[in-house]
């Protein structure tokens, strides 16, 4: 999957799955309506699969696939940013 189809899944459904914890992460929807969480920062992985999380737990959601991410997004733009400009 190219990074514009995946910036557009990510625009219309959210990212795959969002960091609750320090350990959980749930679908974007669950993370809204249930914990109230709206992501900080996105990462993308390199078979297309993202990863988000609120400030507090963005250490916690690089350290999951840290060797594996291509990108990342800072909210509230949509704009996918190559890893290594990650800091």
Known sequence: MIIAEILEQIKQYG???VMVGMEDAV???RAREEYG???DVIFIRNDG???AAPSS???YAWRK???EWTHFI???NI???PIEQYK
């Open 15 to 17: 990212p795959d799955r």
């Open 27 to 29: 679908s974007s929807r």
């Open 37 to 39: 969480i709206n992501p």
């Open 49 to 51: 699969w993202s990863l």
């Open 57 to 59: 737990l963005e250490h």
């Open 65 to 67: 696939w840290a060797e």
């Open 74 to 76: 800072r909210r509230p």
């Open 79 to 81: 704009v996918a940013i």
